[in-house]
Antibody, heavy 119, light 108 residues
Framework: QVQVVQSGAEVKKPGSSVKVSCKTS????????ISWVRQAPGQGLEWMGR????????LYTHKFQDRVTITADKSTDTAYMELSSLTSDDTAIYYC????????????WGQGTLVTVSS | EIVLTQSPGTLSLSAGERATLSCRAS???????LAWYQQKPGQAPKLLIY???SRATGIPDRFRGSGSGTDFILTISSLEPEDFAVYYC?????????FGQGTKLEIK
């Protein structure tokens, strides 16, 4: 069974950046598809981008393309999502979601990381 | 980018009733790579259905996914108390994945 553990809650100032980590164990990290999904308070799920560690080329949705960087460290089975130029609209829970392959869907999720942007 | 529209926004039913949730895509979903997730308050989403109609590991058979192309349905045959939650569809056939806005299934 894949275990997924994310880094802890963050409080950030407007204009700063945040980097969230997602450590996996018990699966085949390199061949997995790792997505980042966020959920603003009381809102729905918003897909931000994804990476396949063995390919190393991330894909980002247009909304976040200029501000998000998704990376993966195969040596530690850890993925990262960095979001820059934060505003209060970026206050949300950020999830990493793992798909074992391209046709399965995301069957393992981290516990979520609350990022609060406040002056 | 494929836009997914879920309906209804809220569905009020009683335990034992049948629930039918809809997800319509703005263009054909490649490979019918359409998933359904359940989310309860304070929890991460849980995968129910992938590939439009395959149940994920451990998901009860009262959950059934159907559809193809642009129109997809999640049916819960007989609602249990633990099924009242928010349900999201997601397409992952395009290189950029997207979610629907969600359907809240509430107790009538």
């Amino acid at each position: 069974q894949v275990q997924v553990v994310q880094s802890g809650a963050e409080v950030k100032k407007p204009g700063s950046s945040v980097k969230v980590s997602c450590k996996t164990s018990g699966g085949t990290f390199s061949n997995s598809i790792i997505s980042w999904v966020r959920q603003a308070p009381g809102q729905g799920l918003e897909w931000m981008g994804r990476i396949v560690p063995i390919v190393e080329v991330p894909l980002y949705t247009h909304k976040f393309q200029d501000r998000v960087t998704i990376t993966a460290d195969k040596s530690t089975d850890t993925a990262y999502m960095e979001l820059s130029s934060l505003t209060s609209d970026d206050t949300a829970i950020y999830y990493c979601a793992i798909s074992r392959n391209s046709w399965y869907g995301s069957d393992n999720w981290g516990q979520g990381t609350l990022v609060t942007v406040s002056s | 980018e494929i836009v997914l529209t879920q309906s209804p926004g809220t569905l009020s039913l009683s335990a034992g009733e049948r629930a039918t949730l809809s997800c319509r895509a703005s263009q054909r979903v490649s490979g019918n790579y359409l998933a359904w997730y359940q989310q309860k308050p304070g929890q991460a989403p849980k995968l129910l259905i992938y590939g439009a109609s395959s149940r994920a590991t451990g998901i009860p058979d009262r959950f059934r996914g159907s559809g193809s192309g642009t129109d997809f349905i999640l049916t819960i045959s007989s609602l249990e108390p633990e099924d009242f939650a928010v349900y999201y569809c997601q397409q992952y056939g395009d290189s950029l994945y997207t979610f629907g806005q969600g359907t809240k299934l509430e107790i009538k």
